[in-house]
């Protein structure tokens, strides 16, 4: 089963999850192609502070969107926010390697 990490620092220069309604939440803008995205529907997802702890919010996505993001230089660059609904899972890890600059992970 695919499994999706995102690695999403405290402060407010980094996407934050909220939620949006009772029992739906959003994951914030973050580099993934739409392909990608649409193949994580009904897989996990997974917020981590740092690559060796375990996941703070976990859920299953149900869904996401394209939003046009403005970088600090002014460019416009396509992002991906998750809807998600929240799971509650314990401990869980990945290995610290695999991370793409841009704080993803994916499991196939």
């Known amino acids: 089963m695919p499994k999706l990490y995102l690695l999403n620092q405290d402060g407010p220069e980094f996407p934050q999850p909220r939620e949006t309604s009772p029992g739906v939440m ?3 803008w973050w580099r993934v192609s739409e392909a990608r995205a649409d193949s994580m529907i009904g897989h996990p997802i997974h917020f981590h502070r740092r690559k060796v702890e375990a996941a703070y919010l976990s859920g299953i996505v149900t869904g996401f969107r394209r939003e046009d ?3 600090s230089k002014g460019n ?5 926010v998750f809807l998600f609904s929240p799971e509650p899972e314990d401990n869980i890890l990945t290995d610290p390697s695999g991370w793409t600059p841009a704080g993803v992970k994916f499991i196939p």
């Open 69 to 71: 993001y403005t970088t």
């Open 26 to 28: 959003e994951s914030g």
């Open 76 to 80: 416009i660059s396509p992002r991906i």
